[in-house]
């Protein structure tokens, strides 16, 4: 069955440090693939997608991801961390028929000063 | 920019009742959609409807329905509520391509006592 898989629940880093956040999807067709984030109480807001072409993505607020069909991952990066960027991520891909989307379970970023 | 609202952001219902959740997209948008997002969980789908008057079941639509009478607006219904209905439920919508993004409303959080 289709799924995406986001490793570790909870990442800390301090303030400048580098974010890693890691999704690896199982798909049997090309995947679109996007991360999202939730910050308290609101939606989700779209940081960055893959659908096709380049593999480096760059998103919103400095956020980029590589999409690795070797690896099945697609993982979220940013260089330095600010504490505005504490917030929940989720990693999604479209499912293999139709526009709906599966979810990864999400990973909480905190960010320490 | 593309604004999906939801009627309520906070519900309080009792066990039995039947529940109304409204979500309205102001983008002509043709699909639209109900995800449950439960604390490590991540959002699973409930159900999702991509026309007028059509509607399809997601992963978790056991004690759900759902209403679409007219493009802008799609009902989640609660038929008879239950506690292990508690839950945050975000609607989204997305117009036509796989590739686009979803579009996500700030979620109402509903409590079942």
């Known amino acids: 069955a289709q799924s995406v898989t986001q490793l570790g629940s909870h990442v800390s880093v301090s303030e400048g440090a580098l974010v890693l956040l890691r999704c690896n999807y199982s798909?049997?067709?090309?995947?679109?693939l996007f991360w999202y984030v939730q910050y308290p109480n609101q939606g989700l807001q779209l940081l960055l997608k893959?659908?096709?072409?380049?593999?480096l993505v760059k998103g919103i607020n400095g956020f980029e991801a590589e999409f690795k069909k070797s690896e099945t991952s697609f993982h979220l990066t940013k260089p330095s961390a600010h504490m505005s960027d504490a917030a929940e991520y989720f990693c999604?891909?479209?499912?293999?028929?139709?526009?709906?989307?599966?979810f990864g379970k999400g990973t909480t970023l905190s960010v320490s000063s | 920019d593309v604004k999906v609202t939801q009627s309520s952001r906070y519900l309080v219902k009792r066990t039995g009742e039947k529940v109304f959740l409204e979500c309205v997209q102001d983008m002509d948008h043709e699909n639209m959609f109900w995800y449950r997002q439960d604390p490590g969980l991540g959002l699973r789908l409930i159900y999702f409807?991509?026309?007028?008057?059509?509607?399809e079941k997601g992963d978790i639509p056991e004690g759900y329905s759902v209403s679409r009478e007219k493009k802008e607006r799609f009902s989640l219904i609660l038929e008879s509520a239950s506690t292990n209905q508690t839950s945050m439920y975000l609607c989204a919508s997305i117009d036509g391509g796989i590739h686009q993004p979803q579009h996500f409303g700030d979620g109402t959080r509903l409590s079942i006592l």
């Open positions: 798909s049997s067709v090309p995947p679109y």
């Open positions: 893959y659908t096709t072409g380049a593999t």
């Open positions: 409807s991509y026309d007028v008057k059509m509607k």
């Open positions: 999604a891909a479209v499912k293999e028929a139709g526009t709906a989307l599966i």
